[in-house]
């Protein structure tokens, strides 16, 4: 479906890219990871028709770049920093859903879903909302019509829990006729959203694996605490994990959506000594967080 | 055509909210306002009285005022939408660079040339309210010359913008492009060949070349049809084009120049990485 045939691209006679090539089929779902300069930005833009480059890129045979409109129709785009766009809400959700040929109700729905209510900021300047409104926006806008192919960059980072886990949700909902590629800096943050992982280096592919699928995306896992003493801070992070105090700050209760399992481990991993038990199981996928 | 009209929309809309817009539209509707308000309507200069009078100062005075501000607004449009990284959202949708670009060059358009122009018809209105004659023929001719000097530097703004990497060096080197066309005004070329001792067919062709001249001279010659005020460099003129052809020259050659930077940019637009 989407295929890069030795991509190669100069910043000023600097390789970014560098003979890339890579094939991915329809419902893969990629992480792209690497550190920053890796080239990920870079080969996501010439995805998007944004660069020109050597090699080829298509997606369905098409080239992003001299068949812009039928390309692009087909791909959703979340940016990982926000534009900074002065239009109104309202005209951006519009201008989107026209041009996309979607209806912008279907992106009220989606961002309703994620817990945004788009009737009432229509006229607030996209610049002014906050960083998650403008990540629920975003992505509302890229899962608001009909797409092939979804690419992300960092898309849940700005997200609470409960958004997050919607989110995975909507994902799951499209796993079947979406490609996903989902660029990120660490493999924890997506290493459960997707089923292959491509590592990039200095404009190369250095790693190219597929990852075992053991958890569904709408998985939710009910999660225990017992911590050896109160302490402020774990409280104060696990309050924004919307976790509940079940007895003076000893006993913690909440869920965690499956994709955010390494997650959720990594951040409890640095209270590691004030841990003296910690329970995770899987509960019925279809309960909803409240 | 859709999606060309929808930029054209957007780029609309994000200008009226820009402080930029304001600053500009004050600028235009005050220096009209300003005018009635010190009476040039009653004062006579070279025979001319009431509204031409008017419009031949404002006209004067937005030819002084209307290149730099498109030409410094108009850079911040594709470098500044780069620079900030709007582009890579904004172009990341199925819009073609084409309608992309002429749709912005459009609203940029309305955007720049409405307040100077309805400054102007607000003018019109006020006589007619007043009972002031107007005159028309002057109206409209000035109305084109605005319509052909906004086109003319919104297409040099546009390709300045396209071929800069930053919004400093567009703000920069849009404000040579139009420092270079005030130095090669009528005044400075005519100490150029006396110093220099330059042939006057030279003179004379860098002074048709250059827009801003090309507008000035085609203001003077609605009031001084003989073009007096220019001295020598009048006959070359008038004796090349005719007082009639060369009104029609001022019209045509800058929307040529516009639309041939403006194609110019499109292909740069288009040929160049987008964010």
């Not at chain 1, 829990?161 to 909507?170: G, V």
């Not at chain 2, 400093?168 to 005519?190: H, P």
């Not at chain 2, 827009?211 to 009048?234: C, E, K, N, W, Y």
Request: proline letters at 4%; charged letters at 15%.
């Amino acid at each position: 479906m989407i295929r890069f045939e030795n991509v190669s691209k100069l910043f000023k006679r600097n390789p970014v890219l560098d003979s890339v090539s890579l094939d991915i089929e329809l419902g893969e779902r990629i992480a792209l990871i690497g550190s920053n300069g890796a080239g990920k930005t870079t080969l996501i833009r010439c995805l998007l028709g944004e660069y020109t480059h050597d090699g080829k890129v298509t997606i369905d045979g098409q080239s992003p770049r001299s068949e812009r409109t039928s390309v692009l129709g087909k791909v959703g785009f979340v940016p990982q920093l926000p534009p900074p766009l002065k239009m109104p809400v309202g005209q951006l959700v519009n201008f989107a859903a026209a041009v996309c040929h979607s209806d912008p109700l279907r992106i009220h729905d989606i961002a309703t879903r994620l817990g945004l209510n788009v009737s009432d900021i229509l006229a607030r300047p996209f610049n002014r909302l906050s960083g998650g409104m403008k990540q629920k926006l975003l992505i509302a806008i890229a899962l608001g019509r009909d797409t092939q192919v979804l690419v992300m960059d960092e898309p849940a980072a700005n997200l609470d829990p409960e958004a997050r886990h919607i989110f995975f949700n909507l994902l799951a909902e499209r796993l079947e006729n979406t490609t996903m590629i989902i660029s990120s800096h660490r493999l924890d943050e997506v290493a459960s959203l997707v089923n292959r992982v491509v590592e990039m280096d200095m404009g190369k592919v250095v790693l190219d694996d597929r990852v075992a699928e053991e958890s569904k995306l709408a998985t939710l896992f009910n999660c225990h605490l017992t911590l050896a003493r109160a302490d402020a801070a774990i409280a104060k992070t696990l309050i924004t994990w919307q976790f509940a105090d079940r007895r003076d700050g000893i006993e913690w209760h909440g869920l965690v959506s499956g994709p955010d399992r390494l997650r959720f481990l990594g951040m409890v991993s640095r209270y590691v000594g004030l841990l003296s038990r910690i329970e995770m199981a899987e509960i019925d996928p279809s309960i909803t967080l409240q | 055509m859709n999606t060309l009209f929808l930029t054209a929309k957007l780029d609309i809309v994000e200008s009226l909210r820009a402080r930029w817009f304001l600053i500009y539209s004050l600028v235009f509707g005050g220096i009209v306002a300003l005018l009635f308000a010190f009476g040039l309507t009653e004062s006579r200069v070279l025979g001319f009285i009431g509204l031409s009078r008017l419009l031949v100062t404002y006209i004067q005075l937005t030819m002084a005022i209307l290149p730099v501000f498109v030409l410094i607004t108009t850079v911040r449009s594709v470098a500044g939408d780069r620079e900030a990284g709007v582009f890579e959202y904004l172009l990341s949708l199925p819009v073609s660079l084409s309608a992309w670009f002429w749709g912005k060059i459009i609203g940029r358009y309305v955007t720049i040339f409405m307040p100077v122009f309805v400054a102007m018809l607000g003018s019109v209105i006020w006589s007619l309210i007043q009972g002031v004659e107007v005159p028309w023929g002057m109206f409209f001719y000035y109305t084109a010359l605005l319509a052909a000097m906004a086109w003319c530097f919104l297409g040099i703004g546009m390709l300045i913008s396209t071929l800069a990497r930053s919004t400093d060096v567009a703000q920069g080197a849009a404000f040579m492009v139009w420092l270079t066309m005030l130095l090669f005004l009528d005044l400075i070329l005519l100490g150029i060949m006396i110093q220099g001792h330059v042939a006057p067919e030279v003179a004379v062709g860098i002074a048709l070349a250059n827009p801003l001249q090309v507008f000035r001279t085609a203001a003077l010659a609605m009031f001084d049809p003989q073009l007096i005020v220019l001295g020598p460099s009048a006959y070359v003129i008038l004796d090349l084009f005719g007082a009639a052809g060369y009104q029609i020259y001022a019209l045509i050659y800058p929307v040529l120049i516009g639309s041939l930077c403006a194609v110019a940019g499109y292909l740069t637009f288009r040929r160049s990485d987008l964010p």
